[in-house]
């Protein structure tokens, strides 16, 4: 079968298709993939610098849309159930291993595009407002890189959950992708974003979600209210900041840190009764994956540039063919 892979960790321009063996993998259902998510860890594989090193060579991906070819008796799956999952790997493919605690089935109100976009994106997003951020109900939340996939996602679990969301981008095709996801008021990057966001809130915002890292942290702690939260997802901007922590002890507010996978993989209770939530906020019209653009195996690389260089809107999305 064909496979996205990486051969050497010299970035996304070196990725290649090539022909490698049908998965076979000890209690795990195989899928045929009809859609795979692209993300920002994809790109830093390519380059060795994500947190899961695997040797070279590899298959990328570890988002996965599609339909149950096999299944282990015991797994709970069927031959042809739709399903949305979340690998260590080897989504780029036209088929994949799948564990079944991290497979869930995909519900009529979205398509395989849109699965792919799921789980990854939409559990980080709950993970990060309810179980680490303690999201309540008519809380302001401001999200930085608003019209990426994941800042999509956390717009619409935000305002399933009945917060207030001020979304942060750079530029106008941004707000419009945040806009379309929900988002109650837009500032931009590169401008005045912390006073606005205080003014818009009036006072400070009660939490802060930032995948982004680098030069707006500082102003992110600043834009809190009295026990705000500014809540850690990841560092796409590079720079990793750090946190003077006098800052955080005059002022009353946290910052925490929310990695979903290395919380949900080992408690896959936890992980089935968020995607129980998110499955009703889909049925009830708050969450759909923004795509904002589809792939082919060999546009792969173009894919990791267009993350790289920030030219991404929503989710970007592999469909074999």
């Given amino acids: 079968m064909r496979a996205v ?13 090539t022909d490698v063996d049908e998965p076979q993998v000890e209690g795990a259902m195989t899928v045929e993939v009809r859609a795979a998510g692209i993300s920002f860890p994809d790109l830093l594989m390519t380059r060795g610098q994500y947190q899961y090193k695997p040797d070279p060579p590899f298959t990328l ?13 015991e797994s709970g799956f069927a031959e042809g159930d739709r399903i ?3 690998t260590m790997g080897g989504c780029f493919a036209e088929r994949v291993a799948v564990m079944p605690q991290m497979a869930f089935k995909l519900i009529d109100d979205l398509s395989f595009e849109q699965g792919a976009a799921y789980i990854l994106n939409y559990h980080t997003a709950h ?20 019209a990426g996939g994941v800042g999509t996602a956390t717009i619409q679990v935000g305002k399933a959950s009945g917060a207030n969301v001020i979304a942060v981008v750079s530029n106008d095709d941004k707000e419009r992708i945040a806009r379309e996801a929900g988002a109650d008021e837009v500032v931009r990057s590169d401008g005045a974003w912390k006073d606005e966001a205080k003014e818009i809130s009036g006072g400070g915002v009660n ?29 796409t901007e590079g720079s990793i900041p750090e946190v003077a922590v006098n800052r955080l002890l005059l002022r009353n507010v946290s910052v925490v840190g929310a990695g979903w996978g290395a919380f949900a993989i080992p408690r896959p209770d936890y992980a089935r009764e968020t995607q129980e939530d998110l499955d009703r906020m889909a049925r009830e019209g708050f969450v759909k ?6 792939y082919g195996f060999d546009e792969v690389p173009q894919a990791l540039k267009d993350i790289d260089e920030r030219r991404a809107l929503g989710k970007l999305v592999l469909v074999p063919g």
């Fill in 5 to 17: 892979q990486v051969h050497e960790l010299t970035g996304p321009d070196d990725v290649v298709v």
């Fill in 207 to 235: 939490l802060v979600f930032d995948p982004v890292g680098g030069d707006r942290f500082k102003d992110s702690i600043r834009s809190l209210t009295d026990e705000g939260r500014v809540v850690v997802i990841g560092f």
């Fill in 289 to 294: 994956p923004i795509i904002g653009k589809t």
């Fill in 84 to 86: 949305a999952s979340m």
């Fill in 61 to 73: 991906g570890s988002e996965a849309a599609g339909v149950v070819v096999a299944a282990p008796a």
């Fill in 127 to 146: 993970f990060g407002l309810h179980k680490r951020g303690q999201l309540k109900e008519g809380d302001w939340v401001l999200v930085h890189g608003a």
